[in-house]
């Protein structure tokens, strides 16, 4: 079971895509996943004390994989990043995933 777990919405080029993000936090490391566009990927990153977060992962979708590295802060509750890939660049924002059955 991971310890966090957020509802997401991405703002894209093409429209906001909807999924989740779960992960864990052992001594400033966070490892989890990211659920989106039907695929579920392993994320890895940072996070201070403070909340101030570094995350890459990657997101598959029907045309090619993306590598996607983010940065910002979870904090009061709310997840919000500022990501980055090859080609663009989108927000990441979230709530507390309530009744949480990943891991």
């Given at each position: 079971m991971y310890?966090?777990?957020?509802?997401?919405?991405?703002?894209t080029p093409v429209g906001v895509k909807y999924g989740t993000i779960s992960f864990n936090v052992t001594d400033g490391k966070i490892s989890g996943e990211m659920d989106m566009l039907n695929h579920c990927e392993p994320i890895t990153g940072t996070i201070d004390e403070f909340g101030y977060c570094h995350?890459?992962?990657q997101i598959v979708t029907i045309v090619r994989n993306i590598d996607?590295?983010?940065?910002?802060?979870?904090y009061n509750?709310?997840?919000n990043l500022s990501a980055r890939g090859e080609r663009n660049a989108?927000?990441?924002?979230?709530?507390?995933?309530?009744?949480?059955?990943?891991?």
């Open positions: 310890e966090n777990a957020y509802n997401i919405l991405m703002q995350i890459t992962g996607f590295k983010a940065t910002g802060r979870i509750g709310n997840l989108f927000e990441i924002t979230g709530v507390p995933l309530k009744n949480c059955t990943h891991g």
